[in-house]
């Protein structure tokens, strides 16, 4: 085997210890000039041997992938472990950016999903829940439903459509008083699980007008004709919720 000089030993220990982002951009350590040819062959072999010694404890925690990828944005094992709950690295990084620790990052981003909106509504309130409350300061009436049809709304009418976090969704029903015209009981009985407050089954037929809005609990999953499903069954489906604005 061909002998590995001093300052070989010296780069093959840098080369090794970089991320696989580092050793292709070379942004964030030291120019390493490569060994021989016969050398890198040697240096190929060991790198994953190598890289399970020096990396240890974060592979106990993350994939090689996703160790290159915290690294690559200059996190320390203990900080990617604190963010991975609000998201990847380039999401960590964002919310970091705009000044968020881990826990405030974490309770902003249930009701504001991009940082740069979290910010700035962060200026004007302590409470992320207040703060998103305030953008409906304005709403007379809040109606949640499990479906919308344009045959509830007066022409003319102009309609915006948003999507809605779980959090966003419970807090516009707890903010006062709501009319519900869900139509089926296991959906209800679902509801009132997810937004911890209690939605009656109400079979009404429901006129939108300007100034309302409308929540509205989608399933994303097709169901078979006519079956009819339990609590259980329906808590196990994907779904989301939607705002519908009446302008």
């Excluded at 900080?79 to 309770?107: C, I, K, N, T, Y």
């Excluded at 966003?168 to 679902?190: K, N, P």
Aim: hydrophobic share 45%; net charge negative.
């Amino acid at each position: 085997m061909q002998a590995i000089s001093k300052e070989n030993r010296t780069n093959l220990y840098i080369y090794t210890s970089m991320s696989s982002a580092e050793k292709t951009s070379g942004l964030s350590s030291p120019r390493v000039e490569l060994p021989s040819e016969g050398i890198q062959a040697i240096v190929s072999a060991m790198t994953d041997a190598v890289r399970r010694v020096f990396f240890e404890d974060w592979l106990e925690h993350f994939s090689d992938a996703e160790c290159d990828a915290w690294r690559a944005f200059a996190f320390t094992l203990p900080e990617a472990l604190a963010w991975r709950s609000v998201g990847g690295p380039a999401v960590a990084a964002e919310w970091q950016r705009h000044g968020f620790d881990p826990e405030a990052a974490l309770a902003w981003k249930r009701f504001f999903p991009e940082p740069s909106a979290a910010a700035a509504m962060r200026e004007r309130f302590s409470d992320p829940e207040q703060a998103f409350l305030s953008l409906f300061a304005d709403v007379e009436r809040v109606v949640v439903a499990n479906a919308f049809s344009l045959s509830m709304l007066e022409p003319p009418a102009t309609v915006r459509v948003e999507g809605l976090t779980t959090a966003q969704a419970r807090a516009l029903l707890r903010r006062g008083e709501f009319i519900s015209a869900v139509g089926h009981a296991a959906t209800a009985e679902v509801l009132s699980t997810l937004l911890e407050v209690q939605v009656p089954m109400n079979r009404v037929s429901v006129s939108l007008r300007k100034g309302d809005i409308l929540v509205v609990f989608q399933l994303l999953s097709r169901l078979e004709e006519g079956k009819i499903l339990t609590v259980e069954e329906m808590q196990a489906l994907q779904h989301k919720f939607l705002l519908v604005r009446v302008d």
